[in-house]
């Protein structure tokens, strides 16, 4: 199982950024996988979640309007389109498949001027 998160980087406030998580090694089209980060000094939280067949999402309060994940089940990915950045975004993000908890890597976003 290998998840491999791509799309980060340095964004000014207000600014998009579309990260990208492959999967290899498994079934993806069959599991759910969920969007997380970690920002320094905090705990690691879920931003965003989606089922086996994409019908199914999930987001937090705090979060909802701005993030919008979506998979492609055709090319084993899953994506996190992220608008209207705010320096509290900054953090580490990670893909996860939860049933398996199975994690990538994680891709570094900073949102600074």
């Known amino acids: 199982v290998q998840l491999v998160e791509s799309g980060g980087g340095l964004v000014q406030p207000g600014g998009s950024l579309r990260l990208s998580c492959a999967a290899t090694g498994f079934p993806f089209s069959r599991y759910g996988v969920s969007w997380h980060r970690q920002a320094p000094g905090k705990e690691r939280e879920v931003v965003a979640t989606?089922?086996?067949?994409?019908?199914?999402?999930r987001y937090p309060d705090s979060l909802k309007g701005r993030f919008t994940i979506s998979r492609d089940n055709a090319k084993n990915t899953v994506a996190l389109q992220m608008n209207s950045l705010k320096p509290d975004d900054t953090a580490v993000y990670y893909c996860r498949v939860p049933y398996l908890d199975a994690w990538g890597q994680g891709t570094q976003v900073t949102v600074s001027s």
């Open positions: 989606i089922n086996a067949f994409g019908n199914n999402i």
